[in-house]
C-alpha cells in the first residue's frame, strides 16, 4: 500500500527542499536518485521548476519504492508530493521522518 505525504512551503527554495529530503531520507535508511530537474519558462517571463527523485532500498537490488515530487512556482511556493510503500518503509519510519523535517522546515510549512 501507498501512503502519500503532501506539504507546501512559503519562501522557501525548492533546491534547498530537495536537498533536506535527500538528506533525512537517507538518515532514515532510504537511497535517493534524483531522476529529473527541469525548469519551465511561464509567459510572465518567470520560471517553475519540477525535481523528481526516486527512492530505493539499500539492498544489493536497490528495489525502487516510491518518489518525491517538488515543484517550485513563481508564488514563493514549493509543493512536495512524497509517495512510498509501507511495507518498505513502515509508518513509524515515516513519522520520524516526518518528525524530522517539521522540526527543520515546519515554520515555512503552510498548514492547510
Known amino acids: 500500500m501507498t501512503i502519500q505525504l503532501k506539504k507546501t512551503y512559503r519562501g522557501l527554495s525548492p533546491g534547498m527542499l530537495c536537498d533536506e529530503v535527500r538528506g533525512l531520507l537517507q538518515k532514515h535508511g532510504v537511497v535517493v536518485v534524483e531522476t529529473e530537474s527541469q525548469t519551465y519558462a511561464l509567459p510572465s517571463g518567470d520560471t517553475q521548476s519540477r525535481t ?5 532500498t539499500q539492498t544489493e537490488q536497490e528495489k525502487e519504492f516510491g518518489g518525491v515530487h517538488i515543484l517550485g512556482s513563481p508564488q514563493d511556493e514549493t509543493k512536495m508530493l512524497l509517495d512510498i510503500d509501507e511495507t518498505v518503509f513502515p509508518q513509524e519510519r515515516l513519522s520520524a521522518f516526518q518528525r524530522d ?9 503552510i498548514k492547510w
Open 101 to 109: 523535517l517539521d522540526f527543520i522546515l515546519g515554520s515555512y510549512e
Open 52 to 56: 523528481t527523485l526516486a527512492l530505493k
